[in-house]
Each structure stands twice: as C-alpha cells, then as structure tokens.
C-alpha cells in the first residue's frame, strides 16, 4: 500500500470514529480548566503515533525518528507532508 493510500485509508477511519465516537465536551458550559483542548491535543498525539507506527519502517524509519524526536509533535497532516517530501 502506497503512503498515499494509506494516509487516505486511516485519515477515512479516524473520520468515521469520530462521528461514531463525539470527543467528550464540557456539560457545565463554564469550564475554564481548559479539559477539551487537553483532549484534543491528546487525541491528535494519538491519531500522529498510529499513523506513524504504520509506515514502512525501511523507507520512512529516520524521517518518522526524527519527527518523533522534536520538541513539539507535528500534526498528522504535517507529517504526511514531511513524509511525502521525503519519498
């Protein structure tokens, strides 16, 4: 399966888990704590390694190294960027 298709192919059903899955929201409608984007930011982590530890390790293994090892974590669609450049 080509990069492309498979950034596609996930990108598809992360989509469709979250609208079967809604992120929680705050009920209190006052919250100041910040909790939604707390787990927005984690959820996208998330959505970043699972992409990642999907890609061939032979073709992409230093690029996905060096993505992980930077300060602040790219979006998932900055790292199929990165990727893609990199082919």
């Known amino acids: 399966m080509s990069l492309e298709d498979y950034y596609n192919t996930l990108t598809a059903l992360f989509d469709e888990l979250a609208r079967l899955k809604p992120p929680h929201t705050c009920s209190c409608g006052n919250c100041a704590c910040g909790v939604v984007t707390k787990y ?27 993505l992980l090892s930077r300060q602040r974590l790219p979006t998932l669609d900055n790292a199929y960027n990165t990727l893609t450049q990199d082919e």
């Open 40 to 66: 927005e930011a984690d959820h996208a982590e998330e959505r970043l390694h699972q992409f990642l530890v999907g890609v061939d390790d032979d073709l992409y293994g230093v690029v996905r190294s060096n």
